[in-house]
């Protein structure tokens, strides 16, 4: 794993034990935009307190969605604190109910990656950190596989759906999952896979 990747993943951690990943307040209005119950039954149903949804998919999350302009996300109050890094990619923290749960990648000004080191949320199969690979195993199956990155110095789960990518990425200091990200193949599993270029 390179430099960067590791300090991200410190950072997540490390946020992730200082801020609870559930979080008080009202059910918050669902991914699809009308308002979910706590009782409302489904992959974008939210616990009582919880006040954003417990699912994030490839396409993103709640205002978070994969292809999100990072400039509106900051203009309506949704983004904490941003680096930028090479090659046109900024790193940032979301705001509000978010703040602590995800961290979230730019490239160009665009959402390219949603990235959590907690539990909730969850992938819409159910899987989140926390679960060991032959977890994530049998709740994929053959959707599912277990890959190397190019230095053969880490492992991950990978699930394609099209043109994205669900990355289970291992844990520092544990076995199995401590890092779940989603965005395009093209910047998630090539990160993955090949580290940061510059």
Same mark, same amino acid.
């Given at each position: $794993? ?6 991200? /993943?410190?950072?997540? @951690? ?9 979080? #008080? ?42 292809? +999100?302009?990072? #400039? ?8 904490? %604190? /941003? ?10 923290? +979301?705001? *509000?109910? %978010? ?15 949603? *990235? /959590? #080191? ?12 926390? $679960?060991? &690979? =032959?977890? @994530? ?8 596989? @277990?890959?190397?990155? =190019?230095?053969?110095? #880490?492992?991950?789960? @990978? ?27 093209? &910047? ?8 940061? /270029?510059?």
């Amino acid at each position: $794993m390179n430099r960067p990747a590791i300090l991200l /993943t410190t950072a997540a @951690l490390a946020l992730g034990t200082l801020v609870p990943a559930t979080v #008080a307040g009202p059910a918050a209005a669902s991914p699809g935009g009308g308002a979910a119950s706590a009782s409302a039954r489904g992959p974008f149903a939210v616990a009582v307190g919880h006040s954003h949804p417990e699912v994030l998919s490839v396409r993103g999350t709640g205002v978070y969605r994969i292809g +999100a302009s990072l #400039a509106s996300l900051t203009a309506n109050g949704h983004i904490d %604190w /941003t680096v930028p890094t090479c090659g046109g990619v900024v790193h940032a923290g +979301a705001a *509000g109910s %978010w703040a602590g749960v995800i961290l979230l990648a730019f490239r160009d000004g665009r959402l390219v990656e949603v *990235g /959590t #080191a907690t539990a909730p949320p969850r992938s819409p199969a159910g899987a989140s950190v926390g $679960m060991s &690979f =032959d977890e @994530l195993e049998a709740i994929y199956g053959r959707r599912g596989s @277990l890959i190397r990155n =190019d230095a053969g110095d #880490a492992e991950a789960y @990978l699930v394609r759906v099209g043109s994205r990518v669900e990355l289970f990425t291992g844990h520092p200091i544990r076995p199995g999952v401590g890092y779940f990200q989603v965005g395009p193949a093209s &910047f998630v599993e090539r990160n993955f896979r090949q580290g940061v /270029t510059c």
